[in-house]
């Protein structure tokens, strides 16, 4: 089955400090890789994808690169700020068709503290 | 365009009582997924609807939850006989299709006592 491991957390860093979470997958086929972002009490918010083996998602400075080759899509951030806390989840749904297209399944978050 | 809306944004109950929670597409949306979130985990799939249809309930419990996503109306997410277990959020998204972006809601926080 499809499985999403995103690197432990919390992380706290300071501001304009270099961001990276870690995700690697596991899944049938080739999925759609996701981050998601959801904010204190709020429902979740896509923040970038990638579709294909070596497409780069990016929004907001954030950017990940879909390895086929080492099943990872990173995040990063070269310069974090404080309104980049969060919870960030690592998220792929299959491609092929049937019932589950489209399912996301999610790695368990990392939550992202960042300091003045 | 308003986004996903769902309610209540949160619910308590007693064990034992049953819990309707609603989701409101966007515009345009005929396929909602329902995905809970227990506390400190990642979100898992639950149901997957579309307009008078459940098309996967494959991560539903089998007893004591149903879906339905009628022709009119928003979906429901109905759990009977709560237990305390079943504490969690509750995040819908809408969507246009298959395949396409999902859209979440807000969620609703279910706290039975």
């Known amino acids: 089955g499809n499985s999403v491991t995103q690197m432990e957390g919390p992380v706290t860093l300071s501001e304009e400090a270099f961001l990276t979470i870690n995700c690697t997958y596991t899944?049938?086929?080739?999925?759609?890789l996701f981050w998601y972002v959801q904010y204190p009490g709020e429902g979740l918010q896509l923040l970038l994808k990638?579709?294909?083996?070596?497409d780069k998602g990016s929004n907001k400075g954030f950017e990940a690169t879909y390895r086929k080759e080492t099943t990872s899509f990173h995040l990063e951030k070269g310069s974090v700020q404080v309104s980049d806390s969060a919870v960030y989840f690592c998220?792929?749904?299959?491609?092929?068709?049937?019932?589950?297209?489209?399912?996301?399944?999610f790695g368990q978050g990392t939550i992202l503290t960042v300091h003045p | 365009n308003a986004g996903v809306m769902q309610n209540p944004r949160h619910l308590v109950r007693r064990r034992g009582q049953e819990a309707r929670l609603r989701c409101s597409p966007m515009?345009?949306?005929?396929?909602v997924y329902w995905y809970r979130q227990l506390p400190e985990e990642g979100l898992k799939f639950m149901v997957y609807?579309?307009?008078?249809?459940?098309?996967?309930e494959s991560g539903m419990p089998k007893e004591r939850f149903s879906a339905e996503f009628p022709k009119e109306g928003p979906s429901i997410l109905r759990i009977q006989q709560v237990v305390r277990g079943d504490s969690a959020a509750y995040f819908c998204?809408?969507?246009?299709?298959?395949?396409?972006?999902?859209?979440f809601g807000p969620g609703t926080r279910l706290l039975v006592l």
């Open positions: 998220a792929l749904a299959t491609n092929a068709g049937g019932t589950s297209y489209g399912k996301l399944t």
């Open positions: 899944a049938t086929g080739y999925p759609s």
């Open positions: 990638a579709t294909k083996a070596d």
């Open positions: 515009k345009g949306h005929s396929h």
């Open positions: 609807l579309q307009k008078e249809n459940i098309i996967d």
């Open positions: 998204a809408s969507l246009k299709g298959p395949g396409e972006t999902q859209y």
